[in-house]
């Protein structure tokens, strides 16, 4: 019978309740042995029959020993089917805890009492129970099967079923990126498959699944754009892409591919090259479908010169985002985000001095004191010292020194509050025709990420010297220039990520973030003091570059390390 009630209840019964009745499995294969020499006995042919009475007899004890044992195989091997589904239904109890647990803790103050944290955290030492009871359980269930074969090394049954635990567990590590427990799996998997005999449909179905070819799927409009793949693949310990073949000319459909990470060059001869990343996972189809249609959405290829030098295109299509453990972030996730358009370096110091002076020029000099860099970054007193001087026309002037220092044009503008970074963006939409705004925080994540799930814009590891964090210059941090640290880049092509500047995004800020989060910005943001940041800085540590870390600000507060970026979707 299932179990019911509370969550706590569902604890108490399976710590007390009656174990899971053995059941009953089939032995279809030794009746068919016993069949078979029965068969031979009785052939017409004589020569086809045992030899004299002592062979029949012989085969005969040697069936009857063989089906004992596997006769007490099985019975070891259903009871690991029986502690199974218990630790099927103690994983299930173990959710619901941690959920609720959650959910207590949650709607808490940092300052709440001891008292009002103390449901919450009555939740999280049931959870732990339980979690600790689905472990030891999945250790017994291993362990029976494991004995199972100790009795019949060749019983099929136990095979398969450790078959599906170890693809379970393999799955499970693959999509987390452990590479370490996942070459165990496989090495456990492949050695229960090859166990089973050599037809065996499970066996057959475990080969597949460990070559893992996939296929991709890609429309472009307009049609007829070569495409030439790249392997994406790990060398000196930062991802790099290496090519490997013309895939000819689009549409393409189902075009098999091994399981991994690539980048496709589109090109056509009317339009801008674009860069096209897909991740073919396990048996997986790229199919480019947005969710809720069955067709390919088509990339739409810009026209030649449509973007400009330093502006990036990110095609539409999924991405993986969050799932970081050594950081706050989003649960792991994937989801579609639509076509972007994304300035490829922050915006500078000498674009800030243009759009402040333009402020200046057009009679709204209050609005340009109140954007202007400031010393601090305390408080929002616009009283504090600028970090830009004036000339003697009252215009900012980079080549001026401000209090002992000068700004170079082409660092990153810094110091500005959320309000300034979203009216900086406003004029260079006017300026550009681009219609810049700041971007959601997934937004953000994609264009640094791309869409397999790296930890950093150039891969999984980090050095000092791929980006401007704390200890990648032998000087105190500071910022420098953007065109700095090249392999602090996307694969899409956006600079600057991982490091020197940190970027405003438009949402509120909100701890823990949504399992299921909101991908687009609101048109009007809703009032709130929090907003987030995203990006690595000059002053960061790796785990400050990490693309799915979360930051907060004040809406006010200005830093030395955070500036703007403008992203926006196109036509």
């Not at 991908?519 to 400050?544: F, H, I």
């Amino acid at each position: 019978e299932p179990y019911t009630g509370s969550s706590a209840e569902i604890l108490e019964q399976l710590r007390m309740g009656p174990p899971v009745p053995v059941q009953e499995r089939a032995r279809g294969p030794v009746a068919a042995e016993l069949a078979g020499i029965c068969s031979r006995a009785m052939a017409r042919e004589p020569r086809k029959r045992f030899p004299t009475a002592d062979a029949l007899g012989g085969a005969v004890q040697d069936w009857l020993v063989g089906a004992r044992r596997r006769e007490q195989a099985l019975e070891v091997a259903a009871r690991a089917d029986a502690r199974a589904r218990r630790s099927a239904d103690l994983e299930r109890c173990a959710r619901e805890l941690r959920r609720e647990s959650q959910g207590l803790l949650a709607g808490l103050d940092p300052w709440s009492t001891e008292e009002e944290k103390a449901p919450g955290w009555a939740a999280e030492d049931q959870a732990r129970i339980a979690e600790r009871a689905v472990r030891l359980e999945e250790l017994a269930v291993d362990q029976t099967l494991q004995a199972a074969l100790q009795i019949d090394p060749e019983l099929p049954e136990a095979h398969v079923a450790l078959v599906e635990r170890h693809r379970a567990r393999h799955a499970s590590a693959e999509e987390a990126g452990d590479d370490d427990v996942c070459a165990a799996a496989e090495t456990l998997l492949r050695a229960h498959a090859e166990a089973l005999p050599g037809g065996h449909p499970v066996r057959r179905a475990t080969a597949a699944y460990l070559k893992g070819d996939g296929a991709l799927t890609l429309v472009t409009e307009p049609p007829g754009a070569e495409v030439l793949l790249y392997r994406v693949e790990e060398h000196n310990r930062r991802l790099v892409e290496v090519f490997e073949r013309s895939l000819g000319q689009t549409p393409l459909i189902r075009e098999s591919l091994p399981r991994g990470s690539y980048l496709c060059l589109v090109r056509h001869p009317d339009c801008d090259e674009v860069r096209y990343p897909v991740e073919i996972s396990r048996l997986g189809h790229w199919d480019g479908e947005r969710p809720g249609e069955s067709e390919p959405h088509a990339i739409r290829l810009p026209t030649r010169g449509q973007l400009g030098p330093d502006v990036v295109y990110v095609p539409a299509g999924w991405f993986r985002f969050g799932g970081d453990p050594l950081v706050d972030c989003f649960p792991r996730g994937r989801s579609w985000c639509d076509a972007l358009v994304v300035q490829r370096f922050p915006v500078t110091n000498a674009q800030l001095v243009a759009f402040l002076n333009h402020l200046i020029l057009e009679g709204d000099e209050a609005l340009a004191l109140a954007i202007v860099p400031r010393e601090t970054v305390a408080t929002g007193d616009t009283d504090a010292h600028p970090r830009i001087a004036r000339n003697e026309r009252g215009l900012y002037d980079l080549s001026l020194s401000c209090r002992g220092v000068r700004w170079p044009p082409d660092w990153p503008a810094v110091l500005i509050d959320w309000d300034g970074a979203r009216a900086c963006l406003q004029w260079l939409a006017e300026q550009s025709g681009h219609p810049w705004r700041l971007p959601s925080e997934l937004e953000w994540e994609k264009a640094a990420r791309g869409v397999d799930g790296r930890w950093f814009p150039w891969g999984n590891h980090h050095d000092w010297s791929w980006a401007n964090n704390r200890l990648s210059s032998p000087g105190p941090p500071g910022l420098v220039s953007i065109s700095d640290h090249p392999v602090d880049c996307s694969i899409y092509g956006v600079r600057g990520l991982g490091g020197s500047s940190l970027d405003w995004c438009m949402d509120a800020f909100v701890h823990p973030p949504p399992s299921v989060p909101d991908l687009l910005p609101e048109p009007e943001p809703v009032a709130a003091d929090l907003r987030v940041v995203r990006g690595g800085s000059c002053k960061g540590r790796p785990r400050n570059a990490r693309v799915a870390y979360r930051y907060r600000n004040e809406t006010w507060r200005r830093h030395a390390d955070l500036g703007v970026r403008g992203f926006c979707r196109p036509w």
